[in-house]
């Protein structure tokens, strides 16, 4: 096994394959979460386009999606109300 440092914080890890970038998956997150920010930069309406176009496609996974997110903010909401 050779060693390599990961490129998101620096640390040696030893790997038995050529493809592992990084230490961990909290690092692996973390450069891919800066790769996509880099990319809305440079391309800053290209998101918006894509998303629709993704919702076109698929209305079935959007509309789900939408209901499990509007069902998340609502049980926020009451449980702060509650709380409060």
Do not use: H
Request: glycine residues 2%.
């Amino acid at each position: 096994m050779s060693l390599k440092t990961c490129q998101c914080c620096g640390a040696e890890i030893s790997v038995a394959s050529k493809a592992k970038k990084y230490c961990s998956e909290p690092c692996r997150r973390r450069a891919k979460y800066e790769k996509d920010r880099a990319w809305l930069a440079v391309n800053p309406g290209r998101n918006n386009e894509c998303s629709r176009k993704w919702r076109a496609e698929n209305p079935e996974a959007a509309k789900k999606i939408a209901t499990t997110a509007y069902k998340r903010r609502s049980q926020r909401r009451f449980e702060e109300k509650n709380n409060a």
